[in-house]
C-alpha cells in the first residue's frame, strides 16, 4: 500500500524553518567561539579589545536586567514585609484583646477582694456579728427593694436582724429559709429608720421612696436643717439598728426636706454582714406593743 501524499502529521513548514535558524545560530555561535578563542591565543591585545566592546554593548543590557531583577525582588520583599507586618498586626491586636480583657477581669477580681477584706475586717470589728454571706440578687425594677443574702437560719440569721456592708446600711432581713435570706432594703417604701444627721446630730426620718432614693424627714417641724452633701446616718432609736450606721448621702432638697441617695448599694457590693438587733430587749417590747 503506497504512503500518503502530503505533509507529516504534526510536522510544518514553520517547524523547518525554526529547525534550520536554530542550526544557522549554532553554528555561527560555534565558528564565533572558535574565532574569539584563535585571537585569544594569537593577538592578545585585540582580543582584549574586543572583548571591551562586547562588554559595552552588553553593558546597557545588563543594567536594565538588574534593575528590572531588583524591582522584581523589592515587589516580592515588599509584598512580603507588608503581609508580614498585616499578620503582626492581627496577632497584636488579638493580643492587645486578650490583654484587655485580663485587665477587666482582674479588677473585678480585684473588686470583689476589697469589698469581701472590707466585709471581713467589719465582722472583726462587729462583736456581735451573726453570719456574712454574699448578695446575690437585689430588686431594682418593682416598687418594692428586696436583696438575697447567700445565709440562713442554719447561721443564725433570723428575721428583724440588720444588714450592712462596709460603707453602711443596707436594710433589715423579713424572711430567712435554710440557708438563704430576704432583706428589704433601706429604699423600700415600708422601711422607716430612725436616723440623725451626721453634722449637728439633728434627729430625722429615713423613708423609702420605691425608686432608689430615701425620702429625709426632719423630727422638728417649721425649719429645713438639711444641706446638700448631709451624710445621714442611723441613731440608734428604737433599738433595732446600731447608732452611726451610715444610710445616705442628700442630693436634693425639697420644702421640708431632703431625698437622698443610700451610701450602701447592693448593685455595687457583693458581700454584706447579718448582725443582732443592736438592744434585742427594745425590739422586741415594741414588736409585743405593736401586737
Known amino acids: 500500500m503506497a504512503a500518503p501524499v502530503g505533509p507529516r502529521p504534526g510536522w510544518s513548514r514553520r517547524a523547518q524553518y525554526s529547525l534550520f535558524f536554530g542550526f544557522i545560530a549554532a553554528v555561527a555561535g560555534l565558528l564565533v567561539g572558535l574565532f574569539m578563542l ?9 582580543y582584549a579589545g574586543v572583548r571591551g566592546a562586547a562588554l559595552d554593548a552588553t553593558a546597557p543590557v545588563t543594567g536594565a536586567l538588574s534593575e528590572v531583577s531588583a524591582t522584581a525582588k523589592g515587589l516580592i520583599s515588599g509584598a512580603g514585609n507588608y503581609w508580614d507586618a498585616a499578620s503582626q498586626n492581627a496577632k497584636l491586636k488579638r493580643e ?5 480583657r485580663l485587665v477587666t477581669q482582674a479588677r473585678a477580681v480585684m473588686q470583689e477582694n476589697g469589698q469581701l477584706k472590707a466585709a471581713l ?48 446600711l443596707i436594710g433589715r432581713v423579713i424572711d430567712a429559709g435554710a440557708s438563704a435570706s430576704r432583706v428589704l432594703l433601706v429604699s423600700d417604701r415600708s422601711n422607716i429608720v430612725p436616723a440623725r444627721i451626721l453634722r449637728g ?42 447608732p452611726l450606721v451610715p444610710i445616705a448621702r442628700v442630693v436634693r ?13 447592693p448593685s455595687n457590693s457583693s458581700f454584706a454582714i447579718v448582725e443582732p438587733p443592736f438592744e434585742p430587749a427594745a425590739v422586741a417590747a415594741s414588736q409585743e406593743g405593736e401586737r
Open 253 to 265: 432638697l425639697d420644702d421640708d426636706g431632703a431625698i437622698g441617695l443610700p451610701i450602701a448599694d
Open 38 to 46: 584563535v585571537l585569544s591565543l594569537v593577538a592578545p591585545a585585540s
Open 96 to 100: 492587645r484583646a486578650e490583654l484587655r
Open 201 to 242: 446630730g439633728a434627729p430625722v426620718i429615713s423613708t423609702g421612696r420605691g425608686d432608689g432614693t430615701v425620702d429625709i424627714r426632719p423630727l422638728e417641724v417649721g425649719r429645713n436643717p438639711f444641706k446638700r452633701g448631709d451624710i445621714i446616718v442611723t441613731s440608734g432609736t428604737g433599738g433595732l439598728y446600731p
Open 121 to 168: 475586717g467589719l465582722r472583726e470589728r462587729s462583736r456581735q456579728a451573726t453570719a456574712a454571706g454574699r448578695i446575690v440578687g437585689s430588686s431594682f425594677e418593682s416598687a418594692r427593694r428586696f436583696a438575697i443574702l447567700s445565709v440562713g437560719r442554719s447561721e443564725g440569721v433570723v428575721p428583724g436582724m440588720p444588714v450592712r456592708t462596709a460603707d453602711g
